[in-house]
């Protein structure tokens, strides 16, 4: 070996933190109730692998941080475009054939976009893990993408999503409402707006998209279910260890949000009778910690029927006829959002007084320890219930693994939950949910 | 908080460009575009049996009357707490149908004691998730809860069910839910057709009482829900079941505490044979304005659970349409473009089932793919299929059973069927043994003693494309969205 193939090898150890592969975080347990192993792939590939056997099946999800905060102004779409493609075949898999021989056993998939990750996923028996790393390594390997499949993808994209506009009156103002509530290209341009926007997009843009995002150094593969770990790291190297790395990957933006001004009101036409609105909070930029409070105050205002917001407007002031909401986590910026269908005009607006004044109450008044125990026992039970199957359990490493919080922290995750006192939540309330960080989208029948 | 990167990255621009040139040295050498051999085909399963075990039920009986199924499920610190009434929509009287719904979301809304808002907060103090479903034949009422609060969730149940009353005030509320639920749920073109088809089939059978639309619902007073509720809510017609990590026996015991005091008393629910299967070529057509493409509902009246043809027609519904790679779904939609999906599917109540295809279908192609899809289902009993596609419909239902119980709620649904219609351990999970002894004789057996009939066909569209299918069926039925008859029309007639 020269002198300059040492100093490679050198600097190779160097980037992958060590030779051969990485060694991790070996069945670490903690109060996660159940054990996991993280490590990496010399090719930069993450690996989390946790044993459940109960049931004869298991979980393969594959993550490629490639969610639409990786698009450029003029590509929208293509990140939900390359999510599609990636179903279109690839050197050893003919076009739908993933689909195909997933199903054949017995097995389930899908697959979605967010804001910062696309994923693929399967549950199938857990004697065919291997055609599961057979078929995500093949496209990870070598995604075959033609001219024709772009074309035809797009064109099937761009149908349903007009389909689903149509059928769907308040679809479009959701993204339109993210793009108020986050006013920066980056953090509020929606995964797919109209799908026309697609209609811009060039075989190079998808090319290079692929090629930059859909490598391992950029993903992260989680195996949960009745495997063995120690034959599964032999299959996950075998199918996995020689697709090459790509390009390093920059760390996202961080938000420049161009508006400080008081809330905004839009309205735009919505063609079903009616009235409703979407109002939010956001939140930027978020302190460590602001997480916990911000879940907790999601659950004290929207999950279930006593919650503050349900029970005052759909039980007490009848003022609404729907109403829901969501707590949105994108990076260093989050949002707390409800969306409100009412009967008419009038409704709109004493839904929106009688939202403000719940808001109102917590920023004067510390909350009963009774109410925050309600709020907080029922998230326990989402989460311990989302843990309870391999795809939750996956899916929730996965989510731990693009936060960038170390898995072995996982662990003391849920008390941190459960130890919000009141007067944090009332600190929390008075520091964000000001009008400076509220805005308003009014729906109305055109 | 970034996205997943290698660790310990040193920084600069060139990183990434050194890394892929290092790795080009370190990782396996292959000749330009060659690759590992095992890549080029997929890989063979594990020997590894598929066994699937699920944890026994174990029932007692209480002196009066009711049941108590526990099973025991380790892992998370969550329990499940059921309540099964042995009574569902076929038994709301045929005048007042929804009447069982109605009843059921009432439980929780009062008791002689205590307000709706009182008992709605205890049990969501608890956290607990309080969901009411109203199948055909039996209803369940599900707490899912913390470990720690199941004392407190049983003597919830206890208090909701047993001392319920009912109020004017507290129905009217749900009464109006309950209106617009329905209401919403006639924009989906699947619910109406599937709707229309059960309230064809089931033409003068108790089932047909299920098919009802919004506007029923306001007659049903709290004289009606009383009486429902004293004739059907009675320990000898229920069931307790607890799922988690429980201890059965101990788990019995303070069931019985609880409920002892639940006054028993004998209920009858007269046996409803199953009505004959459709045969003669009859089209429905409901006309719903509005919607962007037809769906098309084609089905019959089959076997119940008990019957031993029941696992072979679930292998020969697999075969026809069970997935994107079944017969139904490569013809009408690969094949032929009619359809953008086309499946078929199955359901079985306490005396029989049903089967259907449902397929949503391009309205110029409405007549040939309902054409189609009857043929598809002509050719089943017709001809044997091919061994290949019954062992892949058999793989598929035994690799996918397990996934239908793996959540809290699945593994809920499954035992509350099970409990409810007294269903034996093949329905279990002793299921994949069954799914092995079907072959291709035994599938074309059952094809032949179900399929051959004709299926009652349902169109879900748009008026005006009414016209497209009068060319093709001598008679075609005119139904509006709450399923009443508008007019027949026949071939030859001016619409």
Not at chain 1, 307 to 318: G, K, T, V
Not at chain 1, 325 to 345: H, I, M, Y
Not at chain 2, 306 to 316: A, E, K, R, S
Request: proline fraction near 6%.
């Amino acid at each position: 070996m020269n002198k300059a193939a040492r100093s490679l090898l050198f600097l190779a150890c160097l980037v992958l933190g060590g030779f051969p592969a990485a060694a991790g975080q070996e069945a670490a347990q903690g109060s996660l109730g159940f054990p996991f192993q993280d490590y990496r792939l010399r090719n930069g590939l993450r690996v989390i692998l946790s044993e459940d056997t109960r049931l004869p099946l298991v979980t393969v999800a594959v993550a490629y941080g490639a969610g639409t905060l990786r698009e450029k102004p003029g590509q929208e779409g293509l990140a939900y475009l390359l999510e599609n493609l990636m179903f279109q075949g690839s050197e050893n898999v003919s076009p739908l054939q993933h689909v195909g021989f997933i199903q054949k056993v017995g097995g389930e998939l899908n697959a979605t976009t967010t804001f910062d990750k696309t994923l693929f996923y399967e549950t199938l028996p857990s004697n065919y893990l291997a055609l599961a790393l057979w078929l995500e390594s093949d496209r990870m390997k070598s995604l075959a993408i033609t001219p024709a499949a772009i074309e035809r993808t797009r064109a099937e994209l761009i149908q349903e999503h007009q389909e689903r506009l149509a059928s769907d009156p308040y679809l479009e103002s959701f993204a339109q409402f993210d793009m108020l509530l986050f006013p920066d290209f980056v953090y509020g341009h929606p995964l797919i707006a109209t799908g026309l926007e697609m209609m811009s997009l060039t075989e190079a843009d998808v090319l290079a998209f692929h090629s930059t995002y859909y490598v391992p150094n950029n993903a992260v593969l989680c195996i949960v279910g009745n495997i063995d770990s120690a034959g599964t790291r032999e299959l996950v190297a075998k199918y996995f260890d020689s697709i090459p790395p790509g390009i390093d990957i920059p760390s996202p933006p961080r938000p420049v949000f161009n508006r400080e001004n008081d809330a905004v009101a839009r309205f735009v036409g919505i063609p079903a009778a009616g009235a409703g609105f979407h109002m939010g909070f956001r939140l930027y930029p978020l302190q460590a910690g602001d997480v916990y409070i911000l879940r907790i105050l999601e659950y004290l205002l929207l999950e279930g029927e006593t919650s503050r917001l349900r029970n005052r407007l759909l039980r007490r002031d009848l003022t609404a006829r729907h109403l829901s909401g969501a707590l949105d986590e994108r990076l260093s910026v989050a949002a707390l959002k409800f969306f409100c269908l009412n009967n008419n005009a009038v409704m709109v607006g004493r839904s929106q007084k009688a939202i403000l004044s719940e808001i109102d109450k917590l920023r004067a008044n510390l909350i009963s320890q009774d109410e925050l125990n309600r709020a907080k026992r029922r998230f326990e039970m989402d989460h311990l219930n989302r843990l309870s199957t391999r795809l939750g359990r996956a899916l929730f490493l996965v989510d731990a693994a693009f936060n960038g919080r170390g898995l072995e922290e996982l662990g003391g995750e849920l008390n941190k939950y459960l130890r919000v006192s009141p007067p944090a939540l009332h600190y929390f309330v008075n520091k964000y949910f000001i009008p400076q960080n509220r805005v308003v989208l009014e729906l109305g029948p055109k | 908080m970034k996205p997943a990167a290698p660790a310990r990255r040193p920084p600069g621009p060139a990183a990434g460009f050194l890394l892929a040139a290092a790795l080009a040295v370190l990782l396996p050498a292959l000749p330009a575009g060659a690759q590992e051999r095992f890549r080029r085909t997929p890989p063979l399963p594990d020997a590894q049996p598929l066994e699937l075990k699920l944890p026994e039920v174990e029932s007692v009986l209480l002196p009066n009357g009711l049941s108590v199924s526990t099973a025991r499920r380790p892992g998370a610190p969550l329990v499940t707490l059921q309540l099964v009434i042995r009574a569902g929509e076929a038994d709301s009287p045929p005048e007042l149908p929804g009447l069982a719904a109605i009843t059921a979301r009432m439980i929780g809304k009062g008791t002689k004691l205590l307000s709706a808002d009182y008992l709605e907060n205890m049990i969501e103090s608890m956290g607990a998730e309080y969901s009411v479903t109203v199948l055909m034949d039996y209803t369940v009422l599900t707490m899912h809860v913390l470990e720690e609060f199941l004392d407190n969730a049983i003597y919830a149940m206890r208090l909701i069910v047993c001392e319920a009353a009912f109020t004017e005030r507290e129905l009217g509320a749900v009464r109006r839910t309950a209106f617009w639920e329905l209401l919403e749920r006639k924009k989906n073109p699947e619910t109406l057709g599937w709707r229309q088809l059960l309230r064809i089939l089931f033409e003068n059978h108790p089932y047909q009482t299920a098919t009802y639309a919004e506007e029923v619902i306001k007659f049903i007073t709290v004289k009606d829900v009383a009486a429902f509720y004293g004739r059907f809510y009675r320990p000898g017609n229920a069931a307790v079941l607890v799922s988690g990590n429980i201890d059965g026996a101990a788990m019995a015991k303070k069931i019985g505490v609880h409920f002892n005091a639940w006054v028993g008393q004998p209920v009858e629910r007269p046996a409803a044979p199953p009505p004959s299967p459709n045969s003669r070529e009859r089209i429905c057509y409901v006309e719903a304005p509005g919607v962007s493409d037809a769906t098309i509902f084609a089905g019959n009246v089959i076997m119940d659970s008990f019957d031993p043809d029941f696992f072979p027609f679930l292998v020969l519904k697999q075969v026809l349409g069970g997935t994107t790679r079944s017969r139904l779904f490569m013809n009408l939609r690969e094949s032929k473009g009619y359809a953008y999906y086309a499946f078929s599917e199955t359901e079985f109540f306490r005396f029989c089932g049903v089967y259907w295809v449902r397929a949503r279908v391009r309205p110029e192609f409405l007549v040939p793919a309902a054409r189609e899809i009857a043929r598809e289902i002509g050719v089943m009993s017709a001809e044997p299929a091919v061994p290949a596609e019954i062992e892949e419909a058999k793989s598929f239902l035994i690799g996918n059973l397990p996934t239908r119980f793996e959540s809290l709620e699945g593994f809920a649904d499954w035992m509350a069927r099970y409990v409810a219609l007294g269903l034996d351990e093949a329905h279990w999970d002793r299921g994949p043994e069954r799914f092995k002894l079907v072959n291709v004789e035994r599938v074309q057996e059952t094809a032949r003693k179900y399929l051959m009939a004709r299926p009652l066909i349902v169109v879900v569209g748009r008026p005006e494309w009414l016209g497209l299918a009068l060319r093709e069926f001598d008679a075609i039925e005119v139904y509006d969205t709450s399923g009443g008859l508008k007019h027949i029309l026949r071939k030859g007639e001016g619409q």
